[in-house]
C-alpha cells in the first residue's frame, strides 16, 4: 500500500507537469529482439518508470543488443557506462557459480519450480550483486529450454561434432559433455550463424528460436525441459543510491509489475511459439526416451560440478528449494 500510495503521488506529479530541473535519461541496453517478451515487459517497465517520476528518470530501451552485446551488458553496468540494463546472470557462471542456479539441468523444469527455485535464490543473488556495485530491480524467466537441430536426433551419439550455439557456461559444458562443439553467439546474431553453417544446434526456448524464425534453417526442435534461466534488471548501485526515496519506490513498483507481466507472457508465449515453429515447418515434440536418458547422465555430471563450485552457500539455495516443493 505505501509503495502503491508513493507511485500515485509520483503519478500525478505528472499530471501536474512538475518535471525537476534534475530530471535524468537511463538507457536501458537489452540483448534480445524489440519484440521478444522482455524486451516488451522492459519497455512497459521503462515507461512506467518515466511518468511515475514525472520525468524524473526517463527510462529508454536499447534492444538487439544495439547498445551493448549480451555479454558486455553486466559489465557496462558496474562499471557506469549504462546506468540500468538486463542480462542473464547465468552467462557469468565464472564470477560466482550461484550465477547459474536457473542453468541446473533438470532441477526446476516448470514455471511454478523455476519461481520457487528463484525465491529460494533471489536473497544470495540479491547480496552477490550488491557486493558487485549493482541493485537487482527484477528478474523474469525463459520458457523450458530444449534442443534445436537441423536433423532427427534420438541418442548422444547422433549429436557428434555438431556446432552448437552457446549462451552460457552450462550450454558451452553440455555441448562439451555430448561431443559437440560449442561456440558463443549471442541471440540477437543467431539467424545467421545457422544461415552461414557457424552453427547447426543450439538448446534454448521455443521463444527464441520463434524470434529468431529458425525454421528457415533447423528442422527439429526437441522438447527437453532442461532448465530454465531468466533475465535480471539491474542498476548501477551509485544511480540506484543517486535516485530520490519516491523515484526508488516508483522503480520497486513498476518493477513489481514488470515482474508480474513478464512472468505472464512467458506461460502464454510458451506454447504460442511452439506452435510458431511448428508453423514454420519445424518438427516439435518430446526427445526419445534413449536421448532424454543420456542427457540425465551429462546433467549428474553438471550437477555435481556446479556443486563443487557453488559450495555451502550453493547448496543452501538447493536445500531451501527442495524444502519448498
Ligand atoms: N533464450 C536466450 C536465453 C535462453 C532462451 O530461451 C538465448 O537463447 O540466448
Known sequence: MKKLSTFLAATAMTAAGATSALA?????????????????TAAEFASCVTTGTGGDIEIVTHPSGSLFPGAQIKRAIQTGQAPIGERLLSGHQNENAVFAIDSIPFLATNFEDSNKLWAAAEPTISKILDDQNLHLLYAVPWPPQGLYFKKEVNSVADMKGIKFRSYNN????????TGMLPVTIEAAEISQAFATGVAESMISSGATG????????????YEVDAWMPRNSIIVNKDSWNGASDASKAVMTACAELAEYAGHWRAVQYTDFTLNGLRAGGMTVGPAGDKLVGELNEAGKQMIKEWSEAAGAEGQAIIDAYLASK
Open 24 to 40: 535524468e535519461k537511463w538507457d536501458m541496453p537489452l540483448a534480445y529482439s524489440a519484440s521478444n517478451y522482455h524486451s516488451v
Open 170 to 177: 552450462a550450454t558451452a559444458r553440455l555441448a562439451e559433455l
Open 210 to 221: 520463434y524470434d529468431r524464425k529458425v525454421w528457415e534453417s533447423l528442422t527439429h526442435f
